[in-house]
């Protein structure tokens, strides 16, 4: 008789990543304690050559760019990356309808070609710091949350001034983990910032609207910059005689493809997440807070739509607002539907429920954390009843009619204007100042489009916040045109100085407090501010017992789970996110490929459609497959997933594989899973990139800029494959 006996032996197998997703965005300077893990996917650095003050690291090529996004440094002469969103209002500020650039593209075939964009910055991190013993000095439990936060304001204020004293540098300092913690980031910032090339919105923004924060996916979401200094190297503003950025660090580009399970990593500058945030919190984003947003937003998108319909010359002027409008409203839609059907409250509820177990079975960790819930509950109960009239002031009333904005940044002038002891100069350099935002305001503004959100945002918000928590003025406006928004919109545009450039520069030539104070939109947004800064008042007490409680929550948290390495809640500081390439199932019966391709883009192709137009040119180069080093096997690849833990603030931050080489640029997350600020799913979370394959395609084969391809250091060798000793069971047949 047969008997089967078991052995064990060892195989050295290529390891497979597609374990699980890594929930963190890490701070570099303490990525050490993710490094084990991190060199078991793939990585081959050290910690060092990621973040290091002393000596060039990675970190020294990856930047803030604008004012919310990542770039990455790509050649030794300052050359930029980032996505073509992100760089989408510079490139339509420097567009004019003759030089439509967000239309047809750009490309500088040399530096004498770049376009300076005023006002555009970027900043490169110098040095983090844990600076928590310095920030909580003189800080004791018996302190009431306005006390300890002045302290804290004051050891800060010191903290940043001798940081930055006599020195070229900004600095800030940053709460983490609900204020238990503090970090210093010190910046050296570089304003001479030059366009070098985008591809045209039907490569950069193919899909829009319709394919934002879906796959699969099939955008060439990337643009071109370049950083320039003085002749010296130090940071300048414009000048003819700035000679291009000699880069302390840059990436060199891999263009040997991307393979599932390929280790990856992202550093890049994630803006806020609410990981921590509570069953109660969760409870009034679902019921509340985003479906407020999305009303509000979609009639603004609709009003937008109309005008930029009528007239292509205004789709230019408002194609950048109607996308930054656009990304949120939908982002809301998404994380709504993420909440409820991963029933994020109830794990919520049920963490909270372990959390008072544990205070309930330690004496001393209650007597420190008991409060916790308590101040987050009776807080909500407050915040709840003035949420609609928060959102619906910061939505269609801050972030509402643009006239309310231009009326808004005359108050210093008006103040001036009443004081009786304010001297000319300082009055005329306040109209000054206001003299010279003008052309740039008007330049993207429509009086039609303005005028029908004004009539609507008002409409929408005396219907929908109760009547208690509206301006006064908004109810005598409301009596005086009889409930006819239209009409009450007619009178403000008709009367106020603000809503046309000759009216504005007519008042600036004359500037007269009665007309100032006696100015619709003026008095409109006074009323609305004022509104505003009473009902902080009402809810000050709650948002002190929110943080409160927070703080001690996540304190308490931490200590319950001593061996779980929790992650801080992104905050734009620069943050790492590791994990591997993987595809993944969204539904049942339903699996998603990790890599889309330009068979996609033909598939989607729609001439009909702006959002689906696919250039001649790109269209010849697939029939042709003139892919040149970038294809694979024939195939021209597009789009990628990985399962990295990233959000708003992450645009353009670059994707490094083991070697420190960039592979990708992510620009989006997944419609399946947009709960992720809130709740990270390992299964669901996935970051779309664009392959650098086809970033550099197009610049090469579509655009021709084979000037900018010779400045890139290419590599054309995959990174070793990690591998892992794994115990496996065989079986052997015996007598």
Excluded at 85 to 108: K, M, R
Aim: one cysteine or more; aromatic letters at 12%; charged letters at 25%.
């Amino acid at each position: 008789m047969k008997k089967l006996l078991t052995i064990t032996i060892a195989l050295i197998i290529g390891f497979s990543a597609n374990v699980r997703a890594d929930e963190g965005m890490w701070i570099p300077l303490l990525i050490n304690k993710n490094m084990a893990e991190m060199q078991k996917l793939g990585l081959k650095l050290t910690a060092e050559d990621i973040y290091n003050i002393n000596n060039s690291s990675i970190k020294d090529a990856v930047i803030i760019f604008g004012g919310g996004c990542t770039g990455e440094i790509i050649s030794p002469e300052g050359l930029i990356l980032t996505n073509h969103h992100c760089g989408y209002g510079a490139i339509q500020q420097v567009s004019t309808p003759e030089a439509n650039y967000l239309d047809n593209g750009f490309w500088a075939m040399n530096k004498g070609e770049e376009i300076p964009v005023e006002g555009l910055k970027v900043q490169f991190l110098q040095y983090m710091k844990d600076v928590t013993a310095e920030s909580l000095q003189g800080v004791t439990s018996e302190m009431t949350e306005a006390q300890r936060d002045s302290v804290i304001g004051v050891n800060n204020e010191q903290i940043i001034k001798n940081a930055t004293e006599n020195t070229k540098f900004r600095a800030i300092v940053e709460t983490f983990y609900g204020g238990n913690e503090y970090y210093l980031f010190v910046y050296e910032v570089y304003n001479d910032i030059r366009l070098v090339g985008t591809p045209p919105e039907s490569i950069g923004k193919f899909g829009a609207d319709t394919d934002n924060w879906m796959w699969p996916r099939h955008t060439g979401d990337f643009s071109m910059f370049r950083v320039y200094t003085a002749p010296d190297g130090s940071p300048a503003t414009y000048a003819e005689d700035n000679i291009p950025m000699k880069a302390k660090h840059y990436l060199p580009i891999n263009i040997s493809g991307v393979e599932k399970d390929d280790f990856a990593m992202i550093l890049g500058f994630p803006g806020s997440t609410d990981r921590y945030l509570s069953s109660y919190g969760v409870d009034m984003a679902i019921s509340q807070s985003n479906p407020t947003i999305v009303d509000i937003r979609a009639e603004k998108l609709r009003l937008m739509r109309e005008g930029m319909n009528k007239d292509e010359a205004v789709r230019l002027q408002y194609a950048s607002k109607y996308a930054r409008t656009a990304n949120y409203w939908k982002y809301f839609i998404g994380q709504t539907k993420g909440l409820k059907r991963l029933d994020v409250k109830g794990q919520k509820q049920q963490l909270e429920a372990e959390f008072e177990n544990w205070l309930n079975q330690n004496p001393s960790a209650k007597a420190e954390f008991g409060e916790a819930l308590t101040l987050i509950s009776e807080a909500y109960s407050v915040l709840t009843e003035y949420d609609m009239a928060r959102w619906y002031f910061m939505e269609a009333v801050y972030r509402g009619p643009e006239i309310l904005g231009a009326a808004l940044k005359a108050s210093k002038l008006e103040k001036l204007l009443q004081d009786k002891k304010a001297d000319q100069e300082a009055i005329q350099k306040a109209v000054d100042q206001l003299k010279a935002g003008v052309d740039g305001y008007f330049k993207d503004y429509n009086y039609d489009i303005d005028r029908n959100i004004f009539a609507s945002m008002m409409r929408m918000y005396h219907q929908n916040v109760p009547l208690d928590q509206q301006p006064v003025y908004l109810l005598e406006m409301d009596k005086k045109f009889k409930g006819d928004y239209n009409a009450y919109a007619d009178y403000v545009f008709s009367k106020s100085v603000f809503s046309t450039k000759a009216k504005v520069e007519a008042f600036l030539a004359k500037p007269n407090k009665k007309v100032l104070a006696k100015d619709p939109a003026y008095q409109a947004i006074n009323a609305f501010l004022t509104n505003y800064r009473n009902m902080a008042s009402k809810t000050a007490q709650a948002y002190a017992n929110l943080d409160k409680g927070n703080r001690l929550f996540i304190a308490g948290l931490r200590q319950m789970n001593p061996e779980v390495n929790y992650a801080p809640d992104a905050n734009f500081t620069m943050r790492l996110t590791y994990g591997t390439v993987q595809d993944y199932y969204p539904a049942d019966a339903i699996h998603y490929e990790y890599f889309t391709t330009m068979e996609g883009i033909m598939q989607k192709e729609d001439p009909t459609n702006f959002e689906f137009i696919v250039p001649e040119k790109l269209k010849q180069l697939y029939e042709t497959k003139d892919f040149g080093p970038y294809g694979d096997n024939g195939t021209m690849k597009v789009c990628f997933l990985t399962n990295h833990d990233i959000t708003g603030g992450n645009s353009g931050s670059p994707v490094i594989n083991g070697n420190g080489e960039l592979i990708g640029l992510a620009f989006d997350g997944n419609w399946e899973a947009m709960s992720g600020d809130i709740a990270f799913e390992p299964a669901l979370q996935r970051t779309i990139n664009v392959d650098i394959r086809y970033v550099l395609f197009i610049v090469d084969k579509f655009a021709g800029a084979k000037n900018l391809i010779n400045e890139m250091t290419l590599v054309t060798e995959r990174p070793e494959a990690p591998v892992e000793i794994i115990e496996v069971e065989e079986a052997v047949e015996v007598e």
